[in-house]
């Protein structure tokens, strides 16, 4: 008896197929015969010539007479009865042979050929471990995947299309190990066979970390004059172990007498989850040693071969132990940003991994890597990736050599260490902690540790930040700060896990008030989608000497609080785009006269003097709010800002062109250096802002007049950019 057979409704067999016991349903279809039912439609199409018979797009439906186990070593699969099989006919040159699901490089019918295809979808029974050779392809366990296999056919000569069927089933491949693809040698160019689902792929890669130090002065003490110690760049070769989960495609194809290409495609539009070990070993793979080394390489650090070295500086073992973990903690996330940002740029006709098999040359070195990934760990074929072409194969595409071969920048930012210049000693006395979201690590000083606590949520980080930021760029700009040669830079990172249309109008704002890209490519860029998913924006801003001093100096003249008022009304115009959902907070910002006098009455009467709609209605109350905040935090600004301006332009004609390290013991200097000091720290103190948006730091960057740097960077399955690039486009929405 037939071990695969179709008949009509009648019982009359149509097909009768016999598998090759090496491969495919010869080898894995366990127990009776398999039989599948055609309706009288199908029947008939299939006794018609294969360049004549038409499946349309869903193709022909047969159903199963009862349920079929597969499996290696036993059933780890049934195709349920209730679910039905596909007969697919592909006989036009130009036709797709895969949907637009998954993304990949597009398969067409050639000039000459026809493809008949067969489909199944069985369900992965609820145990399998993921071994080699036990059909799993690392789905999920007790989850539905399809398999499918395309077989080509030459049309110049005649076939039937139940004769292309018993050929297609009895050469079905089912991609399960490196002995299966061997088995494709025989079989035509062309020959496809793919599994989808949802499951997970396990990576394995090195990344070159590059620690990117932003050293800050702290609010609440007094920096001390001198040069920080600076010993170079900092980075390390760190190993990362990830998990991929999402819906993925595995594709094997003959492309050559002896080739195979075996491809894993992700999902168009979908992300794929990606998560590391919070500590180092199965996630980040990098010893304390090293990550200390890394740390203490930044301003003000010392060489650090052992733990002995920084035990020495009065760092205990318990302190050491919580900056390890702070470190790990903030790369394994850093990490798993970096990897979902390679998977959301990949382009629509890119995979993710993309190899040769020359089936000729495939040693047992290369064999064992393919089949280990074909059970949805890529972890060996990872590792020969850097000696490719080996083994019988050839790298064509890969995420994780991808990553291999560009740094992924850390931002470690260091709060504080411009008042003690000492990183040592920053670390000793003050907390080392990092920013769940964004992956940053922050180091604060003593003081500002006593005055936060140590457990700190990402917007008071933000918070922190900020603040921190105002008072370096004011040192910086007159000079109290002398290691002019470092920069201080300024970031804004928010993830959401849903993005509309509108947050990802919100995202884009951020960029265009940067100057990265104008306000008509931005509205191109969300066109036409309204689910983007997972999403982040991050935004970062680096302010030389030069930018410091353009911050508090406009064309000569020392800014008063009115112009910095007119800088924060213009940042948060540029964040809050007319037909935005709070495009009313735009018309108190726009109405010079309508904000005086707003100013000359107080809070408590602006109920009074704000116009519809922010007034009348429901909304009233939440709307008032809302332009209160923005008032006030633009106010709150504007006057620390101008009298941090005031002093720096006191102070500047008191040094008359000295260097403040020359009047270190200097009476007048001291007094004036704490006097700068208090004002600016009391006015930074009256801060009200909540963070939740970009707009502290896009009132700093046009209070620059742009000449700080900026740039930006947008993830997600829909949309991916990164700004400024010099070489590669946005990826438009998929």
């Avoid at 707003?598 to 116009?611: A, E, V, W």
Wanted: aromatic share 6%; glycine share 8%; with cysteine.
């Amino acid at each position: 008896m037939a071990a695969i057979s179709i008949r009509d409704m009648l019982g009359v067999e149509i097909v009768s197929a016999n598998p090759n016991i090496t491969t495919g349903f010869g080898k894995y279809l366990k127990g009776k015969p398999a039989q599948f039912l055609a309706a009288a439609d199908v029947a008939g199409q299939l006794r018609t010539d294969l360049t004549l018979a038409s499946a349309g797009e869903a193709g022909f439906r047969l159903t199963l007479s009862e349920d079929v186990p597969l499996g290696s070593n036993g059933t780890t699969l049934t195709i349920d009865a209730a679910t039905s099989a596909i007969l697919g006919v592909y006989n036009r040159a130009g036709m797709q042979l895969l949907e637009n699901t998954f993304l990949g490089k597009p398969l067409k019918v050639p000039q000459g050929q026809a493809f008949v295809a067969f489909s199944i979808r069985p369900t992965l029974a609820v145990g399998v471990n993921g071994d080699v050779g036990d059909l799993s392809f690392g789905m999920s366990a007790g989850s539905e995947s399809e398999w499918r296999c395309y077989r080509p056919f030459v049309t110049t000569s005649s076939i039937r299309l139940d004769d292309a069927a018993k050929e297609l089933l009895e050469h079905f491949v089912i991609p399960n190990d490196a002995s299966d693809l061997r088995e494709m040698r025989q079989l035509p160019t062309g020959t496809l066979a793919c599994i989808s689902g949802h499951g997970h792929l396990r990576i394995a890669a090195s990344a070159n970390v590059v620690a990117a130090f932003n050293p800050l002065a702290s609010v609440d003490t007094l920096p001390k004059l001198g040069k920080l110690h600076v010993s170079g760049g900092a980075s390390a070769s760190v190993g990362v172990a990830a998990t991929l989960t999402g819906e993925y495609q595995i594709r094997a194809q003959k492309v050559g007498d002896a080739t195979v290409r075996l491809g894993f495609h992700t999902l168009k539009g979908r992300e794929i989850e990606v998560t590391l070990s919070a500590k180092a070993g199965p996630g980040v793979s990098l010893g304390d040693k090293d990550l200390l080394a890394m740390l203490f390489k930044g301003p003000g650090g010392i060489s650090v071969e052992n733990r002995q070295d920084l035990m020495q500086a009065g760092i205990t073992t318990q302190q050491l132990d919580r900056v390890v973990t702070a470190m790990n903690g903030g790369l394994s996330r850093k990490l798993e940003m970096a990897i979902s940002a390679r998977l959301a740029s990949l382009r629509e006709d890119e995979a993710a991994f993309l190899y040769d098999i020359d089936l000729a040359t495939l040693d047992a070195a290369g064999a064992a890597a393919v089949d280990q990934a074909l059970t949805g760990d890529l972890t060996a074929l990872n590792a020969l990736e850097p000696q490719l072409p080996a083994h019988g194969i050839t790298l064509l595409q890969s995420q994780t050599d991808a990553l291999r071969k560009k740094s992924v920048q850390w931002r470690i930012n260091l709060l504080g260490v411009i008042n003690v210049l000492s990183l040592s000693e920053l670390v000793r006395t003050g907390t080392v902690l990092h920013d769940e979201e964004s992956g940053e690590l922050l180091v604060t000083d003593k003081v500002t540790s006593d005055r936060v606590g140590a457990a700190v949520a990402s917007k008071q980080i933000r918070k922190l930040l900020y603040e921190s930021t105002m008072m370096t760029l004011t040192y910086k700009a007159v000079g109290l700060d002398v290691n002019s040669d470092l920069a201080a830079s300024q970031s804004f990172f928010l993830f959401d896990k849903s993005a509309n249309r509108q947050r990802m109008s919100d995202f884009l704002d951020g960029v265009t008030a940067l100057q990265l890209t104008d306000a008509g490519s931005a509205a191109d860029l969300s066109a036409g989608v309204d689910d983007f998913g997972k999403s982040s924006l991050s935004l970062e801003t680096t302010f030389d000497k030069t930018a410091c001093e353009r911050v508090f100096q406009a064309g000569g003249a020392q800014p008063g609080r009115d112009a910095y008022e007119s800088i924060g009304k213009r940042a948060l115009l540029a964040l809050v785009k007319p037909g935005d959902p709070d495009a009313y907070r735009r018309i108190p910002l726009e109405q010079d006269a309508l904000w005086r006098r707003l100013k000359d009455s107080g809070q408590s009467n602006f109920r009074f003097l704000l116009p519809p709609p922010i007034t009348g209605g429901a909304a009233e109350a939440l709307r008032v709010a809302m332009v209160t905040a923005d008032y006030s935090v633009i106010v709150w600004w504007a006057q620390a800002m101008a009298t941090a301006a005031e002093r720096l332009a006191d102070m500047a004609t008191f040094l008359a062109g000295r260097h403040p390290t020359a009047l270190d013991k200097d009476p007048q200097f001291q007094k004036r250096r704490v006097d700068l000091e208090d004002a600016v720290t009391k006015a930074i103190r009256r801060n009200t802002a909540t963070f939740d948006d970009p707009w502290g730091l896009v009132a700093l960057f046009m209070a620059s007049g742009g000449t700080a740097a900026a740039a930006a960077s947008i993830v997600s399955p829909r949309l991916t950019l990164f700004l400024p690039e010099p070489t590669v486009a946005a990826q438009q929405p998929r």
